[in-house]
T-cell receptor, first 117, second 114 residues
Framework: SQTIHQWPATLVQPVGSPLSLECTVEGTSNPNLYWYRQAAGRGLQLLFYSVGIGQISSEVPQNLSASRPQDRQFILSSKKLLLSDSGFYLCAWRAKGTGLYSNQPQHFGDGTRLSIL | KNQVEQSPQSLIILEGKNCTLQCNYTVSPFSNLRWYKQDTGRGPVSLTI?????NTKSNGRYTATLDADTKQSSLHITASQLSDSASYICVVSARSNSGYALNFGKGTSLLVTP
């Protein structure tokens, strides 16, 4: 069966420090991968998605970046964190379905709670 | 602009009671609608999915309905349990040339009390 792992579960970082959140998927190959941020009282906001190794699409301008060095590894990074980067970060994967209009569900990790001080 | 509005924002019910959560959307072109359950500190988990031609879908005590004409969906929880306490998120998928765009509601926070 497929599983998705995110770490760390909780992170407290000072403003201006770097960030690296990692997400790995097991039990599937060539998945679509996603990074979301969920701020308190707000819906999930798509930050990045990737359809393959080295292929990253950014949905919103920000000081975060993403990389996909391996097929089932997705990394969210920042060189200098801002207070506004605080939030709950979720990684998700989805199998590539047949055809353009795939109805495959997204499977979410358990998230990283990031607090910026 | 594609939008998904959920109501109520929060809800408190007694264990054993039923409740209904609402989702209204202005997403086009519509592809499908999912309800997710998100326990505190965890990632969302899919409960149901409905496409344009489906107007009801059940998953145990959870029953989702869809009215594609009025662009409304509801999630009905029967005989609520303490473990139903969670945030319920409505996600509407829109078709696009590049695949799918997911539009997330802000969720309804449900608390089931003894």
């Amino acid at each position: 069966s497929q599983t998705i792992h995110q770490w760390p579960a909780t992170l407290v970082q000072p403003v201006g420090s770097p960030l690296s959140l990692e997400c790995t998927v097991e039990g599937t190959s060539n998945p679509n991968l996603y990074w979301y941020r969920q701020a308190a009282g707000r819906g999930l906001q798509l930050l990045f998605y990737s359809v393959g190794i080295g292929q990253i699409s950014s949905e919103v301008p920000q000081n975060l970046s993403a990389s996909r060095p391996q097929d089932r590894q997705f990394i969210l990074s920042s060189k200098k964190l801002l207070l506004s980067d605080s939030g709950f970060y979720l990684c998700a994967w989805r199998a590539k379905g047949t055809g353009l209009y795939s109805n495959q569900p997204q499977h979410f990790g358990d998230g990283t709670r990031l607090s910026i001080l | 602009k594609n939008q998904v509005e959920q109501s109520p924002q929060s809800l408190i019910i007694l264990e054993g009671k039923n409740c209904t959560l609402q989702c209204n959307y202005t997403v086009s072109p519509f592809s499908n609608l999912r309800w997710y359950k998100q326990d505190t500190g965890r990632g969302p988990v899919s409960l149901t999915i409905m496409t344009f031609s489906e107007n009801t879908k059940s998953n145990g005590r959870y029953t989702a309905t869809l009215d594609a004409d009025t662009k409304q969906s509801s999630l009905h929880i029967t005989a609520s349990q303490l473990s139903d306490s969670a945030s319920y998120i409505c996600v509407v998928s829109a078709r696009s040339n590049s695949g799918y765009a997911l539009n997330f509601g802000k969720g309804t926070s449900l608390l089931v009390t003894p």
